[in-house]
Each structure stands twice: as structure tokens, then as C-alpha cells.
């Protein structure tokens, strides 16, 4: 039978909880259809950083290495100073495991979810490709006269020819096989007659961040002639996020870099129905791809049942597919579009009518 290993890190406060019912659910359509997962755990996290002063000890990224996937809780506990663990952690696997995009498909799966008026799920379904190891993140800058009253606080952001072009070739790709190849709807006439079947939209500050997305501009038309059928479009990030409310439907896919991408997905993740449901990849499609769910540790959640394990269970379907278990992820999505649509009250944790195990239970018995 085929056989994946994949390392699990619960993490912090309410991580373990929806790991566990992404584990149920990856489970049950692993039985359904035909293979097994091993799940390796690793306890990093605020708790054993309290206890032994590390974060991550330096055999652990070697250790990571050697699998395919990683599926990852949450990181983030009250008593450790913010930044230590998602740096520690987070940041580092992103960076040293070169997982370098950050994908976030964004769909909403029934109308009463999404604070929007009058948007179902018809209009809100795109994805979001974020470069995710350059950018403001790489930690490059420093202080001058730190303390003194001439301060400066530099904070710079690294785009690299390879590193930019990299993640635009991986969003074009996407692009191709989004929606299953079939074409996207938001099309207009003039579009189809051109030959074009999917958008995707580089979000970025051409008008002020002249150096970077300069870069990214002239990479992603010359990379762009490779691909007769996407149709090139543009948005400055502050445009994207007011189209996000007012007109969501107008995205298929977008791309951007590290620091908008955290930005704009936030916003997504509320209209898709909130942390409840939103999940990411961060991907190295040659390497060891890390998959999370959105919400973070919600630590004063923890342990009372009530959490939303969606986004986990999203999460873990997400993993299936970049494993190549494609029926396998669309089983689990079916199944949660399914259940949300038929037992659950509320996506808001505390709301939902059932409790977090009873929910992985519900989609894992859908499976
Ligand atoms: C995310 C998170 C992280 C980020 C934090 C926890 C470092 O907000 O995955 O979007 O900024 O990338
Ligand atoms: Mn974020």
C-alpha cells in the first residue's frame, strides 16, 4: 500500500485540537481511497520552549527534511514574547526548507458566512499565491544610533530576480490548472476571443515601491508571453483590498509578494467565512511543503472543545493534493461543503452547533 510519512506539530493552544481532526479526516480518505499516512509528531512550541529554552533545536530542520510534508497546528502561546515562536519556528522552516510560496486558495462555501452583502460562493473564489522567503520578511536592515534621539530603523525589502521569478512561474502554471483547466468565468468577451481561459493578477505598488515592483513587473510580462491563455492583469495592493469587499469576483488568481500577501490574506480569510475555514500551504515543490491552517492558537479556546477544526481539515486536504492525492482532497472538500452546509450553525468557534470533535467526526464519516 502506498505509504506517506508526514511529521505533525501540533503546536500551541487550540493547534492540537484541529490537527487532530485534520488527522481524522486525512485518515478516513486515506482508507477510502486505498493508502496510509504515518504521522510523525513533533513537539515544538511555546510549551517546550518555557521548559528547555529552545525553539527549535538545530537537528530538527535536517530531520524535517527528510519528509514530504509537514502539518502544523499552530504556533503562538501567551507566556513566550510575540515573535519568538513564529520566527523561531514558523519563519524558519518557511525560509530554510526554501518553502517559497505561501498558497491560499480563497472560497466561500455558503452565502451566510461571508460579512459581504449579497456575495455567495460564486463570487468569492480565487487564489492567492504570496512569495513567501523575500521580501520585508528576510530580516535584512538594522538600527542606527539605536536609543539615542537620531534612530533609524531601516527594515528592507529583498526581491530577487530568481526569488521573484520563481513564485510568478509557480502562479502561472497555477493559473493553467485552476478550475480544473476549465475557463474561468469572469472572463470578458474580448478576453475569450483572445484566446485567454484564466486571469491572473500581479497585486503590487508599481506607483510608489518603484525598485521592487519594477522587478516584478517586467518578470511577470516576460514570463507571462510563455502563457498565451492567462490573461496578465494588475492591481496596486490598496485597490486589491477594496475590490476584495466590493467586488471579489473580479479575482481568479493573484500574486504578490511577501508582505501583501500576509495583508490580503487576512482580508480573504474574512470574506471565505473567516479563520474558521482558511487554510495555506507554504510550498517547495521540490522539497518538504508545510501545510497550516490560517487561525493561529486561539489560546483561550484551548481545550474546551469549541474551536473550528475546518481550516485544519482544509489544510490537511490541501497536503493530499500537493502528496498527489488528488480524489483524496476533492473527497474532503466535497465532504466539508457538505457539512457546513447542512449541520453547521456557524463557522465562529463556540458557534457551530457541534464541538471541534464532533465536527472532524461529521466530515471524516462524509469522506
Ligand atoms: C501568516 C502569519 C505569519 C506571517 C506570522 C505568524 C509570522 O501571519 O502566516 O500569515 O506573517 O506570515
Ligand atoms: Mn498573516
Avoid at 485534520?22 to 504521522?39: E, L, M, Q, S
Avoid at 492525492?325 to 449541520?343: G, R, Y
Amino acid at each position: 500500500m502506498k505509504t506517506y510519512d508526514i511529521a505533525l506539530i501540533g503546536g500551541d493552544g487550540t493547534g492540537p485540537e484541529v490537527a487532530a481532526e485534520g488527522i481524522k479526516v486525512a485518515n478516513a480518505a486515506a482508507n477510502k481511497f486505498g493508502f496510509k499516512i504515518n504521522w510523525h509528531p513533533y513537539d515544538f512550541g511555546g510549551e517546550r520552549y518555557l521548559k528547555t529554552g529552545e525553539v527549535l533545536p538545530d537537528s530538527a530542520v535536517g530531520e524535517l527534511r527528510k519528509f514530504k510534508a509537514i502539518f502544523l497546528g499552530a504556533v503562538g502561546h501567551p507566556q513566550v514574547k510575540p515573535g519568538i515562536l513564529e520566527k523561531g519556528i514558523l519563519l524558519r522552516l518557511r525560509f530554510e526548507l526554501e518553502q517559497y510560496i505561501n498558497l491560499r486558495p480563497v472560497k466561500l462555501y455558503r452565502a451566510q458566512d461571508c460579512p459581504l452583502k449579497d456575495k455567495g460562493p460564486e463570487h468569492v473564489d480565487f487564489t492567492v499565491v504570496r512569495e513567501n522567503n523575500e521580501g520585508l520578511y528576510t530580516g535584512a536592515g538594522g538600527f542606527l544610533f539605536k536609543g539615542t534621539p537620531h534612530e533609524v530603523a531601516l527594515q528592507e525589502s529583498v526581491n530577487t530576480r530568481r526569488g521573484v521569478e520563481r513564485c510568478l512561474k509557480y502562479a502561472f502554471e497555477l493559473a493553467k490548472k485552476q478550475r480544473g483547466g476549465k475557463p474561468w468565468k469572469g472572463l470578458k468577451p474580448e478576453d475569450v476571443s483572445a484566446g485567454k481561459t484564466t486571469q491572473l493578477t500581479l497585486c503590487g505598488k508599481t506607483n510608489v515601491l518603484t525598485y521592487a515592483f519594477d522587478l516584478w513587473e517586467r518578470a511577470f510580462h516576460e514570463l507571462g508571453a510563455n502563457y498565451p491563455t492567462v490573461k496578465r492583469d494588475y492591481a496596486h495592493v490598496d485597490a486589491t483590498c477594496m475590490w476584495f469587499v466590493k467586488n471579489p469576483e473580479w479575482f481568479d488568481v493573484i500574486v504578490t509578494d511577501n508582505m501583501f500577501g500576509d495583508i490580503i490574506t487576512d482580508i480573504a480569510a474574512m470574506i471565505q467565512g473567516g479563520l474558521g475555514v482558511a487554510a495555506g500551504g507554504n510550498i517547495n515543490p521540490e522539497g518538504t511543503s508545510m501545510f497550516e491552517p490560517m487561525g493561529g492558537s486561539a489560546p483561550k479556546y484551548t481545550g474546551q472543545n469549541v474551536i473550528n477544526p475546518i481550516a485544519a481539515i482544509n489544510a490537511a486536504g490541501m497536503m493530499l493534493d500537493f502528496l498527489g492525492e488528488s480524489q483524496a482532497a476533492a473527497a474532503i472538500e466535497a465532504a466539508v461543503v457538505k457539512i457546513i452546509n447542512t449541520k453547521i450553525q456557524s463557522l465562529a468557534a463556540g458557534k457551530m452547533g457541534y464541538g471541534t470533535r464532533e465536527v472532524g467526526d461529521l466530515v471524516a464519516a462524509a469522506v
